[in-house]
């Protein structure tokens, strides 16, 4: 029998839960269809969890810092096994929240994998969906390089099931996520070895921001390898060995084996719509329309800008267009993100390497400052900030804003805002500083 809905979501993730719960509200019969937890990577197994995960792993550096302010603290120790419980069951109390959500918006949530009948019908079991307009959004997963014993190793998804740790963990890879758990392990008291194919981390940022991530990674301990890849992994559980291409074996108690996502196609059927793909992800229009015009796709699945974020106000535009009464477009052209990194770094605009590229090397200006925050004075110790600002010489427009540093992604959250509405360096240089705060040099640089 047929269930007839204005609206089917495949995939409760974020882009699929803003748009399910937004269409609702503009009076859309909705049904969600998940195979998994309700709440998506970000939820579950990425976003919220790797904060908190960050957040634990920080005490390291706060507790070392304590004496020289005067807290004289002994017998430390830590139990990431407590932590990593902890993590879950908030996780678990998201999830339900999410579900009340839902409940509360009028979405009928569909326990179960679903996949296209045609261009109308999505089977889920013995259920058939029938839906004027569909709208995929089933994100991406974690994937494996193609090296004997591969399967040895975790993906990210898997470091948030784990009940402890090993002593040494070999973490491969070069981008944030690869960053971001080398320093949570690291932090937690795990001797990590970061093996990178290329020459830098995290491609793609400010190539100088990077360099100062690197720089405080090195300094906590993290050793990083360049031009490092793995060949194979061989052992078994808790106790591994990762084979480099240059023959070098590295022993260690886990791999993590962050190189790359990609989206979660597998299982879906888009052959029975007629849904045309590309390399490997769904391509759509500035209305997130796919080439099958009622059927439409947000988030990880489309490969353009994967942030939590991005997919939601995907998923919120696609409802507000086709349901509700104001239609509009997702600006993708100024994103800020953050990498939870220690030192974390945060960006909003052009990397001076970009913006060289777009107006030449003399039509650039970048402004800096490198310094020791003031909450590492007594201490005397830890990686300095990196503030710097990339400026168009002819108009005098801020093209980019990055820091490394403590507060990095709140302080550029806020800058995002200014860069979004055009200002200039005068109108950085006009506002008058909150002093002392880390982010007031981003307003006292010089000309």
Request: glycine fraction near 12%; proline fraction near 4%.
């Amino acid at each position: 029998m047929n269930e007839n809905f204005d609206l089917v979501v495949l995939g409760a993730g974020s882009g699929g839960l803003a748009a399910a719960k937004r269409a609702a509200g503009h009076g859309a019969r909705v049904a969600i269809v998940e195979g998994d937890r309700v709440g998506g990577t970000c939820v579950i197994r990425g976003c919220v969890p790797k904060k908190l995960l960050v957040y634990g792993s920080a005490y390291k550096h706060l507790l070392a810092d304590a004496a020289s302010y005067g807290w004289h603290i002994e017998g430390i120790r830590s139990n990431p096994s407590i932590l990593l419980a902890n993590v879950r069951a908030e996780v678990d109390r998201l999830n339900h929240l999410h579900l009340g959500f839902l409940e509360k918006a009028g979405v009928e949530l569909v326990r179960g994998w679903g996949c296209f009948e045609d261009g109308h019908t999505i089977a889920v079991g013995e259920r058939r969906l029938r839906a004027e307009r569909i709208l995929i959004a089933v994100g991406g997963r974690p994937q494996r390089p193609a090296i004997p014993g591969a399967e040895l190793g975790w993906v990210s998804d898997e470091m948030f099931l784990l009940e402890q740790l090993p002593e040494r963990v070999v973490v491969v890879g070069a981008g944030f996520i690869a960053c971001e758990f080398a320093c949570i392990l690291n932090g937690l008291g795990v001797a990590v070895t970061q093996l990178v194919r290329g020459n830098y981390l995290l491609r793609g940022f400010d190539l100088e921001a990077a360099k100062a991530v690197q720089e405080g990674m090195e300094q906590e301990g993290i050793e990083i390898r360049f031009g490092h890849s793995p060949a194979a992994i061989s052992g078994s559980a808790g106790n591994l060995s990762v084979h480099s291409e240059g023959g070098e074996i590295i022993a260690c108690g886990g791999v993590l084996l962050a190189t790359g996502r990609r989206p979660f196609l597998e299982g879906l059927r888009l052959e029975a719509a007629a849904i045309a793909t590309e390399a490997n992800r769904i391509p759509v229009d500035s209305e997130q329309r796919t080439n099958v015009p009622h059927i439409y796709a947000v988030g990880d699945v489309t490969d353009r800008i994967n942030l939590t974020p991005v997919a939601i106000d995907e998923g919120r535009a696609f409802a507000d267009s086709v349901y509700g009464p104001s239609p509009r477009q997702v600006d993708h052209s100024l994103v800020a993100c953050a990498v939870f990194s220690q030192p974390e770094l945060a960006t909003v605009g052009l990397s001076e390497e970009e913006a060289i590229q777009r107006h030449g090397p003399a039509g650039v200006r970048v402004h800096r400052a490198r310094f020791r925050p003031m909450s590492q004075a007594l201490p005397a110790r830890g990686p300095r900030v990196l503030l710097k600002l990339v400026v168009e010489l002819e108009s005098g427009k801020v093209l980019g804003c990055h820091m490394v540093g403590e507060h990095s992604a709140e302080i550029v959250q806020m800058a995002a805002i200014a860069i979004g509405m055009g200002a200039t360096k005068a109108d950085f240089d006009r506002t008058m500083a909150l002093h002392p705060s880390v982010a007031e040099e981003f307003v006292t640089m010089p000309n």
